[in-house]
């Protein structure tokens, strides 16, 4: 959906309301109650959308074009070539499909696209991390155009977040904040009707600020006010550092997974392994 | 006067004289090199347990040389880095110089775990072992009984060591013991409070625990291995039936030489096992998981295996609380059902089996020979039934890992869990006993039909047929009268001497065809099965 | 050199003063007194043949292996660098190199001991009896009448007075036995109704006024509002001196910052369970410890506002008072009531109205 014409875009709209219709919970109503309300609200929905765009549409060459930095145009032309669909044409999200994006800051874009689970493929209970579509230059140029949409919480400059920040510090704060659902590994875990909490092995110091900063999907928000910027570094410190970094004291960590692995590798490496010993031992020759 | 010369040769002599001039030795001793030992690979799975515990108490007696067993905060300052500076128990600090500041320590820590864990797995093996075949049945009820207890004992002694590092881990287990306690109605807060020395979690408890994991369950252990071993001596051990073995024989080899010689070397690669897991795989990792803090948990925090499965019956419980409305009301709540009453049951149940099923059977013989599973389709669907119950309990005590790893609902693995619990143990009885039935068929039909030959013949009428070789003698119907007696009926031609044998071996063969050492003073048992040997008889 | 002749048990005893007698014929004159038929003993090679020589010299391989892998555990053990380094140094590759070294050592020697009993030792099969009747008859009447004979000259039956007041005195005794432990041992549950409280209670002052308890950070520190942002969630110590500490177990709470249209929820919630005015605004807190098992039941979830429990996997509904939804946990988390003081700072209002942690007996 590159064109940018009016009528496409009323277009686009009413095709997402009437799919929305379609689909609708009209559950015990009467077909043809149904079928009056429909129609009732698709013609409000038009006029409503033309009239918005009426409105708008004058003020938004005249305002928001002129406002925008080179990197937002950038940013923006990527938006409308892969986040229009559901997030809406100014990021005011589309209902069922995509949440507004005003307001939700560089760093919410930043995390979604650079660790790939923006553009979502399909509709699901999580959005899962895959390669990124983007790369770093398109990330920033989209997480500027939100940023100058709707402002919000904006991650430090920088690749490397951790510097000068204490990994001891970081462990407690790591145990008491995050641990309870990313395990005490980072290996993730599970959360209730099939969401998870994901594996930080592959998270870099931005995702994972921006991870507390914004908190994605069902992770809750861990503001500067509650971590401190510092805080927060000492926690990617730990992370990176400690989790990642230092390697295992005692041998193959078995995923650390905790007892769960430990208990298979009993049965399926101890005990087998002494089996054939002893069908040996005992075998006759 | 000849003057005494010093013969270094006679001294070995000498020595054994005087010694059993003292201590009357030779008899007994005679008696002890003598003893025959049947030989069968799954004889060996109780002697992988007693080789684990021989490792954990060595590898145990040197942890305790450097373990605080207190609770007095102190602040970390030992060689690990990413916990320097931070606030923690004595326990937890030596626990932590343990692995990091005490050279080689890390790895006495790592197969003391394993060793644990070996331990409590080899029981659970030999106990279905013994159980399959019929083992526990008379004379041997005692010692089932103590197998069993054994079972429980060293469960206690793997959660009471679980417990003392004190980290997060130890932590959460401990505070899932004291609601566990806490659970038993009426005595429930007392209970707690006595062991706990108060609320929890106190400031004794891990001193409580390390002098009942270092002394009392060790001795407790010590004690009913020392009995369980001097029973199977007193009763000799069980056979599989075969040629040649009867209810009143023990067919084997003498305790000198083979006997022994294979055990020590078995307990060298029980150690070595052992020695290749604490070095190469890493176990409880507790810098990780940081102190014990009451706010804090890790995701999947799970007790050791052998735990695992109250653990799981736990999860799978439904919150249902029992209200008893008289004065201010009473509660008995869910957790008491899965991980009081359940244990009960089942040790209830595991100790009283021999008992029940020589009443159901009106059985009061002695039984020296053990029995094939399949010639037991009751006991063994039994047995399978339990197994499959306690394999569903055990992995849905790690259902929220497999449903993190396997991209699964978490409430769906735990309402497969209930429904499985329920299900699959009825489900394995049937299919179990089926198989029994199956396989018990074919062996008849073997003896009574003979062996498939792979030849086949046309008959003068155009049918096929397959040519089968007979094992025995047959009479004028058609049919040899060879009777079952207990062990593996021959089902190839190579097995009957009437092809070449079967190769053996994993990548070359690894033996010659076995020659029929019978002997002549012992007829085997008909005529028929001249070709079977004697021996260990594992295939 | 195949003894495959039968001796022992069924055979007629042999003199052992007998000087032609080999030593094997010692060995089996042995076995015979032990009631043991060595029915076949057979070696597996011929003594000084190929074979036999390439198998003690697989034996020999294996325990030189063992002093190799010995030798090289030692040398692991006192000279590679050991000492903890942070990242990936060869410390990380000590405690692998000694399992490795240990256990082919072990192994080692393990199967050594295995091939050299296995394959140089002659094959046998030996028969012993059993004999593991009941006693015999006469033994069976000795001991039955040795022990009734005990009991006669004791006269127990004769002299009841004696059996009753031995009884009498065995009890105290062997419960006096019992007394130290069990008495050392017990502990006073309800001492200061400590079951029932937790450290939110408000402390009492001098001149009989009350000290509402701030909610703080693990650090002590006190927490304002806007300290906790919208979808957040933190969790809150008691800010008494070792509030953070596990002296106070129980009072870990989890303070949450709903979205305006979930706090409403919860707000109606309260009201309907007489707990309206708990909540602060937006902000709602509640008891981390498990009503189940005590575990801290942190996982949040900020979209569906469910908190979930790591070990039974106990999920409550905190727009609902935090009642238990999924998994084996059959009450709700108590529910802290909060307001801001005058110095703006979060403090609980009173202590948890109701009882904080795994459930009990005598729990009203």
């Known amino acids: 959906m590159t064109s940018d014409t009016p009528a496409d875009r009323r277009g686009g709209r009413t095709r997402g309301l009437l799919s929305r219709l379609r689909s609708g919970r009209s559950g015990p109503r009467s077909r043809g109650r149904r079928r009056l309300g429909a129609a009732a609200r698709l013609l409000a929905a038009l006029t409503l959308a033309g009239g918005a765009y009426t409105v708008f549409a004058p003020g938004l060459q005249a305002q928001d074009t002129p406002q925008l930095s080179i990197a937002g145009q950038e940013g923006k032309l990527l938006y409308d070539q892969s986040c229009v669909t559901c997030h809406g044409r100014n990021a005011q999200g589309v209902q069922d499909r995509g949440p507004s994006l005003i307001g939700v800051g560089a760093a919410s874009v930043e995390f979604q696209v650079s660790s790939g689970r923006m553009p979502m493929a399909r509709q699901e209970a999580q959005a899962e991390r895959k390669p990124p579509v983007f790369n770093d230059e398109q990330t920033r140029q989209l997480a500027q155009y939100v940023q100058e949409l709707g402002g919000g919480p904006q991650l430090p400059d920088g690749r490397d977040l951790k510097q000068g920040a204490d990994p001891a510090r970081g462990g407690q704060l790591y145990r008491v904040n995050c641990s309870s659902c990313h395990a005490f590994g980072g290996s993730g875990g599970a959360l209730s009707s099939g969401k998870y909490a994901p594996s930080l092995r592959p998270a870099s110091d931005r995702q994972i600020y921006a991870a507390m900063l914004t908190g994605p999907q069902n992770m809750p928000v861990f503001g500067d006010n509650q971590l401190t910027p510092e805080q927060k570094r000492d926690i990617i410190a730990y992370v990176q550092e400690t989790l990642k970094g230092d390697k295992d004291s005692g041998g193959f960590n078995l995923g650390r997974y905790g007892p769960v692995t430990e208990g298979l590798a009993i049965f399926l490496v101890g005990i087998t392994a002494l089996v054939f010993a002893s069908l040996w031992i005992a075998g006759k020759s | 006067m000849k003057r005494r010369k010093f013969d270094l040769k006679s001294v070995p002599a000498a020595t054994a004289k005087g010694v059993d001039e003292r201590f009357q030795v030779a008899t007994p001793l005679r008696a002890l090199l003598n003893k025959v030992f049947p030989d069968h690979w799954s004889f060996l799975l109780g002697e992988i347990a007693l080789f684990s515990f021989i490792v954990l108490l060595l590898t145990g007696t040197f942890l305790t040389i450097f373990f605080e067993p207190s609770m007095k905060e102190t602040t970390y300052e030992g060689s690990y880095a990413p916990l320097r500076g931070v606030h923690m128990s004595a326990a937890y600090a030596s626990s932590l110089d343990l692995s990091f500041d005490i050279r080689g320590g890390l790895i006495m820590r790592q197969m003391h775990h394993w060793a644990a864990l070996l331990f409590m797995a080899s029981i659970v093996c030999h106990m279905l072992r013994v159980f399959f075949t019929g083992a526990f049945r008379k004379p041997r009820e005692t010692n089932w009984i103590i197998g069993s207890l054994l079972f429980w004992v060293g469960f206690l002694a793997g959660f009471t060591g679980y417990s003392l590092p004190d980290d997060g881990l130890s932590g959460t287990g401990l505070r899932i013991a004291s609601a566990i306690m806490l659970s038993i109605p009426v005595i429930g807060s007392w209970v707690t409070s006595s062991i706990f020395g108060g609320e929890f979690p106190g400031d004794i408890i891990i001193s409580r625990f390390f002098i009942a994991h270092v002394m009392l369950i060790p001795a407790a252990l010590l004690a009913l291995i020392g009995a369980h071993l001097g029973l199977v001596f007193k009763q000799k051990h069980t056979q599989w039936p075969g040629p040649g073995r009867t209810n009143d024989n023990v067919v084997g080899e003498r305790m000198f030489p083979r006997y022994a010689i294979k055990q020590g070397g078995y307990f060298m690669i029980v150690f070595g096992v052992i020695a290749l897991l604490g070095g190469l795989f890493q176990i409880n990792p507790i810098w990780l998981f940081g102190p014990y803090e009451a706010a804090v948990v890790s995701a999947a925090s799970q007790p050791d295996w052998y735990v695992m499965f109250l653990d799981g019956s736990t999860r799978l419980m439904p919150g249902w609380e029992l209200h008893i409305p008289i004065g201010n009301g009473y509660v008995i709540p869910p957790i008491f059902w899965p991980t009081v009453v359940l244990p009960g049951i089942l040790v209830g149940m595991s100790l009283g089996y021999p008992f029940v099923e020589a009443r159901m059977n009106k059985d009061k013989e002695s039984h020296n020979l053990l029995q094939r599973p399949r010639d037991v389709p009751e006991r063994t669907a039994l047995g399978a039934m339990a197994v499959s119950f306690y394999v569903v309990l055990t992995f849905s005590g790690g259902n929220d890992v497999i449903a993190d790893k396997m991209r699964i609902s978490l409430n769906a693995m735990t309402w497969a869990g209930r429904i499985g619990l329920i299900i699959i143990p009825p489900l394995a009885y049937y299919i179990t006993h089926r198989i029994c039935l199956g396989l018990q068929q074919h062996d008849r039909e073997v003896l009574a039909h003979g062996v498939e030959t792979g030849i086949i013949r046309r008959l003068p009428n155009g049918r096929f047929e397959e040519v089968h070789q007979p094992l025995g003698r047959v009479d004028e119907h058609g049919h040899d009268g060879l009777p079952y007696i207990g062990w593996t009926v021959p089902k190839k031609m190579n097995r009957l001497g009437a092809l070449g044998p079967a190769i053996k071996g994993f990548f070359y063969p690894i033996e010659k065809p076995a020659d029929s050492p019978v002997s002549p003073g012992h007829p085997p048992v008909s005529s028929g099965q001249e070709r079977e040997e004697i021996g260990s008889g594992h295939r | ?364």
């Open chain 3, 1 to 364: 050199m195949s003894t495959t002749t039968a001796h022992g048990a069924g055979q007629e005893p042999v003199d052992l003063n007998d000087p032609t007698l080999k030593r094997f014929d010692i060995v089996l004159e042995g076995a015979r007194q032990d009631g043991i038929e060595i029915v076949h003993y057979e070696p597996q090679f011929e003594p000084g043949s190929k074979a036999e020589r390439r198998m003690a010299r697989t034996i020999a391989l294996f325990f030189l292996l063992t002093g190799l892998a010995g030798t090289a555990f030692l040398v692991i053990y006192i000279a590679w660098p050991w000492g903890y380094e942070f990242g990936a140094g060869p410390d990380k590759l000590y405690t692998p190199l000694l399992g490795l070294t240990l256990g082919v050592a072990l192994l080692g020697v393990g199967f050594g001991i295995l091939t050299w009993g296995k394959k140089l030792l002659p094959r046998e099969v030996s028969i012993q009896d059993r004999h593991d009747g009941p006693s015999s008859d006469e033994d069976q009447k000795v001991v039955a009448n040795t022990m009734a004979y005990m009991a006669d000259e004791l006269g127990v039956k004769r002299r009841p007075l004696l059996g009753i007041s031995l009884l009498a005195g065995l009890a105290p005794i062997g419960a006096a036995a019992a007394a130290p432990l069990v008495g050392g041992l017990i502990s006073q549950p309800h001492k200061n109704n400590q079951m029932f409280t937790t450290a939110w209670a408000p402390a009492k002052q001098e001149g009989g006024g009350q000290k509402l308890i701030r909610l703080t950070r693990e650090d002590g520190t006190p927490i304002r509002p806007d300290d906790v942002s919208t979808g957040g969630q933190m969790t809150v110590f008691p800010g008494v001196p070792g509030g953070a500490t596990n002296k106070h177990a129980d009072s870990p709470t989890l303070l949450i910052h709903l979205r305006p249209e979930d706090a409403e929820k919860a707000r109606q919630a309260n009201a309907r369970e007489k707990n309206a005015g708990y909540m602060y605004g937006d902000y709602i807190a509640y008891s981390k410890i498990c009503t189940h098992a005590g575990c801290p039941a942190s996982l949040f979830e900020q979209q569906t506002n469910r908190l979930l429990c790591p070990c039974h996997q106990s999920q409550f509904q905190i727009t609902d008072n935090a009642r238990p939804i999924f998994g084996p946990a059959s009450r709700r988390l108590p529910q802290l009531p909060i307001t801001v003081d005058d110095e703006g700072f979060f403090v609980a209002r009173s202590d948890y109205t109701e009882t904080v942690g795994p459930d009990f007996w005598e729990r009203p």
